[in-house]
């Protein structure tokens, strides 16, 4: 059932990735980055339990693997201009730029990790811990759209 559920967004996040990455010289990589993270945002904010949502009576696998398809699909739209837009100001810097955003992104997970089980410990019910968990981290991610308006404009002009 994992399976079920996880596979379109590995599919949405290719296929995203993909399309996005042959487009990132006419877009630039700015607006994928605001594409990508409101997409994201709003799939973790639908993702939130005892929403309308859930009532169209798709079942939740099929609830479940829409909104992480688009959650993907989201995540391909962002990962590629994320990805090469640092490294375009410093190509000389790659590794170093490559190493550092590995390991934002592993303590990223462990603390989102560690932060989610601290609120479903202390939630007296586990939906109110998820509603708490989903909306706080939907809005989060909205709120890194104002990081992506601060980065610097590149050697070529790609913001």
């Not at 990132?24 to 994201?40: C, D, E, K």
């Not at 904010?45 to 609830?63: D, E, N, V």
């Not at 989201?74 to 994320?82: F, N, Q, R």
Request: aromatic share 8%.
């Amino acid at each position: 059932m994992s399976g079920i559920i996880l596979t379109p967004r590995s599919l949405g996040t290719i296929a995203a990735s993909a399309t996005t990455s042959f487009l990132l010289s006419r877009w630039g990589y700015r607006w994928p980055m605001v594409w990508g993270l409101s997409i994201v945002s709003g799939a973790t904010i639908l993702l939130t339990p005892g929403l309308p949502l859930w009532g169209l009576g798709l079942g939740h696998a099929a609830m479940l693997s829409l909104l992480v398809l688009i959650s993907g699909i989201g995540s391909g739209i962002t990962t590629p201009a994320v990805n090469n837009a640092c490294i375009e100001l410093m190509p000389e810097k790659v590794a170093t730029i490559v190493g550092l955003r590995g390991t934002f992104r592993m303590v990223g997970a462990a603390l989102g990790i560690s932060l989610i089980t601290f609120i479903l410990h202390v939630s007296v019910d586990p939906n109110v811990g998820f509603m708490i968990t989903f909306i706080s981290f939907g809005l989060l991610l909205l709120s890194a759209l104002l990081l992506v308006f601060l980065m610097p404009t590149g050697k070529k002009g790609w913001a």
